[in-house]
């Protein structure tokens, strides 16, 4: 519950003025609802002792005294009352309620969706803070469930759920004053059943929760199955594992069949609780009935109006204990949404950061380590200086640890030991944004939106067409883009799968062009290309590599020959640096690597 009033205080609060207004139309309704219950007893008024207690003053009294000056005053007022006079009071009292009721829960909704808009646009906003390790551990298919399914629960709480809350208690709290009002030594004794409901209701919305969070979290892991074999569907074709996936999934759905079942028969329990407790309500009446009949002392209008309002009582109770559970099941959701939104980046923002070197002249590693963790030890003592201008390239077998040494660049993530400088300032004394615009990256893997081209070359800066048009000539794309079914303005498909491997590249490339970058990191974005595209690639690499400093991962080691300097990596240590010709005249590691590169030559 914590989390709910923190979710109505951070997002529902700025919508106070909405929420009052519908409060105080829906309040309106449930005194509709109560008047509903005096004119029904004006109708079965004959004239007799009517008062449960002997009471003739307020809400009755002067219904009574409408009745007796309507009598008198006009002829054929017994006729007038039953034939028309009071069809009209209840065609109006329902026309009100009806009206007060729309326009209050209107007003809830609005300002609920509101609330959840602003919710799923701070959840979004947040989750891109997050360091990229963050989504590693946490799958697309969470984080999804997260920003869509969690959310919408939750806007569920704050529209619809809300205003239902809000006008269900309005017409209890209406009825309530009526039966107390009525007989309210009768009405306190009938509520001594109360603890018979409340009890055993928060033990159910205990339950109902926990089983939610389970459901809720099985929900996110079909998901993403769901994720992984469409996005891989030629693996599972090709091996033919359709049957395969078919039955993984269809046990993933089994667990979330078996927790929706406990999640369903502990909302249901509330029913039976609640019939339980009405029938002991109305067993008391009967009793408490049949003694006053005795006596004379309790009229037969006025006996079922009181029945009539305690039910009318019971019954938003009942909509109430039902709504309970449904805002148990949405609060688990919320509590995995706020899970993530008090989770903190795990690299470290300097709140007072300094200016980022416009044209840094220095790119320096310091006896730099890095750990994922403490059996999993990737750089060690890393020694570099990588001066503007300068192409170095990073070279050795798998698990050396290439890639993670250049993602440190960007502060992807933070070196265990050591440091990596600026012109002298550690990367950590910028601000994460301000450095990662100086840095230029153009991956293997180059992946692109489902927009335009235009678009996608124009991502990373706002750029005019003619900017867009004279990158993508740099980088060799402008020709394929003309070919295009309509040119810069193609909508391209996920990931830019409807482009073959060297176009993605060379779109990739003409976004960096157009970043204009001081800084560029190449990691093997020529590596799963045929020697054609290669070709195409390497000649707009080679535009973009000018007069920038150029950190190099390289697979094919033809590409990387005339680099300023070329660095062995191995089990995490630079081990041997320099010229191509330096490094194969030493016969170390690059002479190795070269030699079965080229052995078939």
Request: include cysteine; aromatic fraction near 6%; glycine fraction near 8%.
């Amino acid at each position: 519950m914590s989390r709910l009033l923190r979710f109505f205080n951070d997002h529902l609060r700025v919508h106070a003025p909405l929420i009052a207004g519908a409060s105080l139309l829906l309040l309106l309704a449930g005194l509709c609802q109560g008047a509903l219950i005096a004119s029904i007893k004006f109708v079965f008024d004959d004239g007799k002792a009517h008062a449960l207690s002997g009471a003739q003053t307020g809400l009755f009294g002067q219904l009574e005294h409408l009745r007796t000056w309507v009598l008198t005053r006009m002829p054929e007022a017994s006729a007038l009352r039953t034939g028309l006079l009071v069809p009209l009071v209840l065609v109006l009292l329902f026309a009100l309620k009806g009206l007060f009721t729309y326009a209050g829960t209107l007003l809830m909704v609005r300002s609920g969706i509101r609330a959840t808009q602003a919710f799923r646009e701070r959840l979004f906003a947040h989750l891109l803070t997050q360091e990229p390790a963050f989504f590693q551990k946490h799958p697309v298919g969470e984080l999804i469930t997260r920003s869509i399914s969690d959310v919408g629960a939750v806007q569920g709480i704050a529209s619809n759920q809300l205003a239902e809350a809000v006008r269900e208690t309005c017409v209890a709290l209406t009825m309530l004053a009526t039966v107390l009002y009525m007989d309210w030594k009768l009405s306190l004794t009938l509520f001594l059943a109360g603890p018979l409901v409340v009890l055993p209701v928060k033990k159910l919305s205990q339950r109902i929760r926990r089983v939610n969070h389970r459901n809720q979290e099985a929900s996110s892991r079909l998901l993403q199955r769901l994720k992984e074999v469409f996005s891989n569907i030629r693996v599972v074709q090709g091996f033919a594992r359709e049957s395969y996936e078919v039955s993984r999934f269809q046990l993933q759905n089994q667990e979330l069949y078996r927790l929706g079942m406990k999640s369903a028969r502990a909302s249901a329990l509330s029913t039976p609780i609640m019939e339980l407790v009405g029938g002991f309500l109305l067993a008391g009446l009967a009793a408490y009935a049949a003694g006053r009949f005795k006596s004379g002392t309790l009229t037969t209008e006025n006996f079922l109006t009181y029945i009539l309002a305690i039910y009318a009582l019971y019954d938003p109770l009942r909509r109430l204990t039902k709504l309970n559970n449904e805002i148990q099941v949405a609060s688990a959701s919320l509590d995995r949404v706020y899970a993530m939104l008090d989770r903190n980046p795990e690299l470290p923002v300097n709140p007072d950061p300094v200016p980022v070197p416009a044209r840094p002249a220095l790119l320096r590693f310091e006896g730099v380590e890095f750990a994922y963790d403490e059996k999993h030890t990737v750089l060690r003592g890393i020694d570099l200086e990588v001066r503007a201008g300068e192409t170095v390239a990073l070279v050795g077998g798998s698990g050396g640890g290439k890639t993670t040494l250049v993602n440190l660049v960007p502060r992807f993530f933070d070196p265990t030991g050591g440091r990596i400088t600026l012109d002298g300032l550690d990367l950590r004394d910028f601000d994460p944004r301000e450095l990662r615009k100086l840095i230029g990256i153009v991956t293997q893997e180059t992946l692109l939106f489902m927009d335009t081209v235009h678009d996608n070359i124009a991502y990373g800066k706002q750029a005019s067409r003619e900017s867009v048009i004279a990158a993508a000539k740099k980088a060799h794309a402008h020709d394929f883009i003309q070919g295009l079914t309509r040119g810069y303005d193609t909508p391209l498909a996920e990931t830019g799968s409807s482009l073959s491997g060297g176009q993605r590249q060379r779109l990739a490339i003409a976004r960096a062009l157009l970043q204009d970058p001081p800084i560029l990191i190449l990691d093997e974005a020529t590596s799963a290309l045929d020697t054609e595209s290669e070709r195409a690639v390497q000649a707009a690499l080679e535009t973009l590599m000018q007069d920038r400093t150029t950190l190099v991962i390289a697979h094919r080691l033809s590409t990387i020959q005339r680099a300023t300097r070329i660095c062995a990596m191995k089990q995490g240590r630079i081990v041997e640096q320099g010229t191509h010709d330096e490094l194969l005249a030493r016969q170390g590691e690059y002479a190795r690597l070269h030699r079965l590169q080229f052995a078939e030559a």
